[in-house]
């Protein structure tokens, strides 16, 4: 089955912890990004990458890191987590194609993080 | 920021009734493309839109893409509480010339359905 993986669903640190936040996707995708969805605003691109060692900022990337050293797995780290990254994170995966090709983006099923 | 602007943001719909949702663009795209959410899940992909003018059909769903490639709506008929969500519009990487690489959701128009 296709599908996006991210883990833990739930998370509460504390402030100043690190965390990583992991994606995996199974359908072989170049594109893969990370959003956070926050109540009014949307889905906010974090980061994205639009192949292996390929990373680039989204619209909201302070206080986040990405890799990407294999094309399945997108893993988000918050180095130095604040309160103010209390949200809902999402994961997704796209292929690669021209603007009028077939971009269809896959989403992980949300991990919901608050930081005391 | 955001490169497509949605509105409304919220629309509570009586059951039968229709309503639309736009999504509007200050720069000319080359797609758009437009997802659900489900209230406590994740976005799922509904449409591409590609071609000026282009209108394409899901059952109660009737998606739009304006002639100029600035604007799309989605229109909704004789709605139904399964229709409860979030919709959002996406213009997916390569979609505007000054955001190349971003996939970039609108803010969102929640629907909320009463019977």
């Known amino acids: 089955e296709a599908q996006v993986t991210q883990n833990p669903r739930y998370l509460i640190t504390v402030t100043g912890k690190k965390l990583t936040v992991t994606c995996s996707q199974n359908m072989n995708h170049e594109y893969m990004s990370w959003y956070r969805q926050d109540p009014g605003l949307g889905l906010r691109q974090i980061y994205y990458?639009?192949?292996?060692?390929?990373?680039d900022k989204g619209d909201v990337p302070e206080g986040y890191k990405v890799s990407r050293k294999e094309k399945r797995n997108f893993p988000l780290i918050l180095e130095s987590p604040s309160p103010n990254q209390t949200s809902l994170y999402f994961c997704?995966?796209?292929?690669?194609?021209?603007?009028?090709?077939?971009?269809?983006?896959?989403f992980g099923q949300g991990t919901r993080l608050t930081v005391v | 920021g955001q490169q497509v602007m949605q509105i409304p943001q919220y629309q509570h719909v009586q059951e039968g009734e229709d309503f639309t949702t736009y999504c509007n663009s200050s720069t000319t795209l080359s797609n758009i493309q437009w997802y659900k959410q489900r209230p406590g899940g994740h976005p799922v992909f509904l449409i591409q839109l590609v071609k000026s003018g282009e209108v394409k059909k899901q059952k109660r769903l009737t998606f739009q893409f304006g002639e100029a490639k600035k604007n799309s709506s989605l229109h909704i008929t004789a709605t139904q509480t399964t229709d409860v969500g979030t919709y959002f519009c996406a213009t997916p990487p390569g979609g505007t010339t000054d955001s190349w690489g971003k996939f970039q959701f609108g803010a969102g128009t929640q629907v909320v359905v009463t019977p």
């Open positions: 997704a995966s796209s292929p690669n194609t021209p603007p009028d090709g077939n971009t269809e983006a896959f």
């Open positions: 990458s639009m192949n292996v060692e390929v990373t």
